[in-house]
Antibody, heavy 120, light 108 residues
Framework: QLHLQESGPGLVKPSETLSLTCIVS??????????WGWIRQPPGKGLEWIGT???????YYNPSLKSRVTISVDTSKNQFSLKLSSVTAADTAVYYC????????????WGKGTTVTVSS | EIVLTQSPGTLSLSPGERATLSCRAS???????LAWYQQKPGQAPRLLIY???SRATGIPDRFSGSGSGTDFTLTISRLEPEDFAVYYC?????????FGPGTKVDIK
């Protein structure tokens, strides 16, 4: 059974780069059945899609964040990563990784989420 | 960008009652790419419905989805205590995802 786990610093300073990793277990990240995505949720607010990657490395991003986001994949470690540059307090959120069905584009397995606070 | 609007913002009901949640899109959405999620406090979202009307694995049959075009509905036929939560709709189109703002179903 697929399991996803986010990891990374819980505190990032303004203007710095937020870096998170999602470790995939119970299945191969190189499967043709899934894309892999990042979603965030500011405190008390709704869900915002950040971006998505395929095991081949192809990506697509939320246009509102595209200039600051980089998502990469490491198939040898069965994990994918998120970098968000020039962070501000508005980037404070719970960050989730999730698997996305390649054909119907729903997010069926989610990590538990990791809280990232942007503060000096 | 397709904007999703959910109504009502909050739905106050009693266990055993029927819940009807609406998700409206600013332009037509492919039914194949419309999903619903449930989120409880402190937890990650959980997939309920995909393809507008297909239940995800392990989801009880009291949850059903319907709709097409710009209007979609999630129905919970009889609320159980564990169903009180926030529900989000999500669409995919033109290589981007958007979520609705959510409907909170709370206990009356």
């Amino acid at each position: 059974q697929l399991h996803l786990q986010e990891s990374g610093p819980g505190l990032v300073k303004p203007s710095e780069t937020l870096s998170l990793t999602c470790i995939v277990s119970g299945g191969s990240i190189s499967t043709s059945s899934y894309y892999w995505g990042w979603i965030r949720q500011p405190p008390g607010k709704g869900l915002e899609w950040i971006g998505t990657i395929y095991y081949s490395g192809s990506t697509y991003y939320n246009p509102s964040l595209k200039s600051r986001v980089t998502i990469s994949v490491d198939t040898s470690k069965n994990q994918f990563s998120l970098k968000l540059s020039s962070v501000t307090a508005a980037d404070t959120a719970v960050y989730y990784c999730a698997s996305q069905d390649r054909w119907l584009q729903y997010m069926d397995v989610w990590g538990k989420g990791t809280t990232v606070t942007v503060s000096s | 960008e397709i904007v999703l609007t959910q109504s009502p913002g909050t739905l106050s009901l009693s266990p055993g009652e029927r819940a009807t949640l609406s998700c409206r899109a600013s332009q037509s959405v492919s039914s194949s790419y419309l999903a619903w999620y449930q989120q409880k406090p402190g937890q990650a979202p959980r997939l309920l419905i995909y393809g507008a009307s297909s239940r995800a694995t392990g989801i009880p049959d009291r949850f059903s989805g319907s709709g097409s075009g710009t209007d979609f509905t999630l129905t919970i036929s009889r609320l159980e205590p564990e169903d009180f939560a926030v529900y989000y709709c999500q669409q995919y189109g033109s290589s981007r995802f958007t979520f609705g703002p959510g409907t909170k179903v709370d206990i009356k």
